[in-house]
């Protein structure tokens, strides 16, 4: 998959995953500095929305768009994760009214990046994460993946809702 950032091409670090297979389970640090997990089985859907940083017009507008998109679903939950830091998401969530989305920071080694193979590895963005969206099945299998081909642009809303059905 090859990804740009304004035009020049990026370059993904970790493992990575693909449609099919069991998503990984890793922590995350909660707006509250708890922790919990994403990925496996969880009896719900998983959309797990990966974003550079919740401090960019794309990335708030994407948060902003999946709130109100998912607000009407049942037996789904969505996390925003990024590499900033609990309080900031939490306070982005407090500003923009966000109720419908969990917020996730990968702040404490990258877990997630490197184990969903979204670490971005150079351009001005390097160590922060790629645009991606990954939906997780009730039964913790990954049904459907999405890394947006230039990390400036929003994604395809359309198509991760159409694969909640």
Known sequence: MSVTFKGAEATLEGKGVNVGDIAPKVELVAKDLSTFSVGDASNKFQILIAVPSL???VCASE????NEKIASKDNV???VISMDLPFAMGRFCSTEGIENLKVGSDFRGAKFAKE?????ANTPLQGLCARAIFVINPQ???SYKQ???EITSEPDYQA??????
């Open 55 to 57: 401090d960019t017009g």
């Open 160 to 165: 991760v809702l159409d694969a909640l059905n």
């Open 63 to 66: 948060a902003r768009k999946f």
């Open 147 to 149: 890394i947006v081909a």
């Open 140 to 142: 913790g299998k990954i």
């Open 77 to 79: 939950e969505a996390v």
């Open 116 to 120: 969903y193979g979204i670490l971005l």
